[in-house]
């Protein structure tokens, strides 16, 4: 897919870290850097949503169980 790294943000990283520093923390806030930081935003959305361990709070906000 041509210019697939402007749109994904890598998932598999991302749960990673949040699993290593889940209960250190009450909540952290993200920035995202990319070109097209609203599509990135939608699609890491999308593909969060097929992880077990996430629970969704509300369409932007999520925990980590």
Not at 21 to 42: N, R, S, W, Y
Request: proline fraction near 3%; aromatic fraction near 12%; glycine fraction near 4%.
């Amino acid at each position: 897919m041509h210019g697939f790294k402007k749109y994904r943000i890598a998932k598999r990283p991302l749960i990673t870290f949040l699993n290593e520093i889940k209960g250190t923390v009450p909540q952290i806030d993200c920035m995202i850097e990319a070109k097209q930081k609203d599509e990135a935003l939608f699609r890491l959305v999308e593909d969060l949503r097929h992880y077990s361990e996430i629970e969704w709070i509300d369409r932007a906000s999520f925990y980590v169980r």
